[in-house]
């Protein structure tokens, strides 16, 4: 389980931020760029497209090698046998999507707070996101940015896995890594690329060279 965020790069789907390419299309981009943790994100969508959507993706993924997280949806997480299912603040307690999914399927929370990040892991949260590092427009309920204060908090005081999240680019991932995150999650920086693969490589190389 705390190999799940083994990685450099989180990436997340959002069909409106992709330049008019379809979820399965910036997908197969991504993981053919070689990512390793796709989460699938899509709010605007009926239940019955994201099951067909999920289902498609599940295979790639796992063809892939790639952890498949999905959003909020417990209910088609399990249906795809999704490796795992990430929910926010609002969204059902952890301790209950624990009893939905079982002890081997991933549960990652949101977290904008130190408070939340200990109440995550006394719930059993596997990993959290801290965030948003940066004001974004990817969601339309998202709170304020909470910036570097409260990543250096979760890195110098918890062992939980984690992922940065919110307003990432490329223009200031390298802070990002300064501060101490390891894996970074990115939205409308690798789905509305021209080039994906090529933008997940310079991702890539600036949080390496900056390590």
Do not use: W
Not at 69 to 86: E, K, P, R, S, T
Not at 129 to 154: M, S, W
Not at 165 to 177: F, P, R, S, T
């Amino acid at each position: 389980m705390q190999a799940v965020l083994n990685t450099d790069i989180y990436a997340l789907t959002d069909e409106g931020l992709s330049a008019g390419r379809s979820t399965i299309a910036v997908a197969e981009a991504m993981l053919m760029a070689g990512i390793k943790v796709l989460q699938y994100r899509e709010k605007d969508k009926k239940a019955g497209a994201m099951l067909a959507e999920c289902i498609e993706l599940r295979r790639m993924t796992r063809d892939a090698g790639c952890t498949f997280i999905v959003n909020d949806h417990v209910d088609i997480a399990m249906l795809v046998d999704a490796d795992g299912v990430h929910v926010g603040q609002e969204d059902l307690p952890v301790e209950d999507v624990r009893r939905l999914v079982g002890p081997d399927k991933i549960i990652g929370l949101s977290t904008h707070s130190p408070e939340q990040c200990r109440d995550a892991i006394v719930r059993g949260a596997d990993y959290i996101g801290v965030g948003p590092i940066f004001a974004t427009r990817t969601k339309k309920d998202v709170c304020a940015p909470v910036g570097y204060e409260y990543l250096e908090y979760v890195v110098k005081n918890h062992d939980i896995p984690h992922v940065a999240i919110g307003g990432i680019k490329l223009h200031n991932v390298a802070d990002v890594v300064r501060h101490g995150a390891r894996c970074c999650a990115l939205v409308s920086e690798i789905v509305g690329a021209d080039d994906i693969g090529a933008m997940v490589h310079r991702l890539r190389r600036t949080m390496a060279e900056t390590r």
